[in-house]
């Protein structure tokens, strides 16, 4: 009988109705257009479900966008321009060895981009305030609305990439969430609350499975991913990528791993995903998993905070 138990496939719960979603997430109901993509999803979703590949997926608040909606709003991050060099050296490839448990950093929450094209600048602030709070204890929210407005090397709302934003920040006063709010739409730049926090620079780290292990057993990471319609509807567990394209549209911060999987933090809000974040399979073909190692993974360097002179 255990045989024939593991033959009886998942039963994945069924979705909502369009007006039901619509009334969950506060859309207008009687629009047909939005229906017959929400619809269009549905479909997608139980396909997806009914393949069993390790994780599930669900409706949420991207689910009356189609792919290429989506990603123009949601998936902006910018290729690396061939006369850009990294601030500072490139860090050095560990030596290949065994790895010991895996890695699960206690960032700061997760935040939400909204209809901005801003996951660069999110995937900035993230690493920088957990910068800060490895160094002080504390936690602080920095104001990616800074980046989205005054970082003219990159696009705001139309998209970015965190080398950019770190060239742009190095040895400035970086302000408050509160006196600089986010607004998720590109603004004049201005003047906020300085948070005590600076940064000098970055440093590249290899673009493979022991330079990013290497790097996420000392702190949080920002990487740049290739996010399909996958990333779109996924729910929870380990996303195992069907392809390894190697390309990038996503800016996120890599907090853990352990030996099957990538922990990464994500900008789409705490109703996304497992409460914010997303887990996918590793694998070393291609360009990593969803194109993680094409570009280089970047860390915060000379990360200093007014709070340090304080702390016991």
Request: glycine share 12%; aromatic share 10%.
């Amino acid at each position: 009988m255990k045989g024939f138990a593991a033959l009886i496939p998942v039963a994945f719960a069924a979705q909502p109705s369009f007006q039901e979603w619509a009334v969950q997430y506060g859309f207008n109901g009687e629009d047909s257009t939005m229906e017959e993509k929400y619809n269009a999803n549905v479909v997608e979703i139980d396909a997806l479900n009914a393949a069993d590949n390790g994780a599930t997926f669900a409706v949420n608040q991207f689910s009356g966008m189609n792919f290429d909606e989506f990603a123009a709003t949601y998936l902006t991050a910018q290729p690396l321009d061939s006369s850009d060099l990294p601030m500072l050296e490139d860090l050095e490839e560990p030596q290949l060895e065994a790895e010991v448990g895996g890695v699960n950093w206690a960032v700061t929450p997760v935040k939400d981009q909204g209809s901005c094209g801003s996951c660069w600048a999110f995937g900035t602030m993230g690493a920088l305030e957990h910068g800060h709070k490895q160094r002080t204890g504390a936690s602080v929210s920095l104001a990616e609305q800074q980046l989205v407005d005054c970082d003219t090397r990159s696009n705001g709302c139309s998209g970015g990439r965190p080398d950019w934003a770190i060239n742009y920040l190095a040895g400035k006063s970086i302000y408050t969430t509160a006196s600089y709010p986010y607004t998720a739409r590109d603004g004049t730049c201005k003047s906020g609350t300085a948070s005590g926090v600076q940064v000098s620079g970055y440093s590249r780290v290899a673009k493979s499975e022991s330079g990013l292990t290497g790097a996420l057993a000392s702190t949080s990471v920002t990487v740049m991913v290739y996010a399909d319609s996958t990333f779109q509807h996924y729910s929870s567990g380990v996303l195992s990528p069907s392809t390894t394209t190697c390309s990038l549209n996503h800016a996120v911060l890599a907090t853990g791993y352990d030996t099957g999987y990538w922990k990464i933090k994500n900008s789409w809000g705490t109703g996304w995903g497992e409460s914010g974040y997303i887990r996918i399979g590793r694998t070393t073909s291609g360009c990593g998993p969803y194109g993680i190692f094409y570009d280089y993974p970047i860390t915060m360097t000379g990360v200093t905070s007014a709070a340090e002179e304080v702390q016991v």
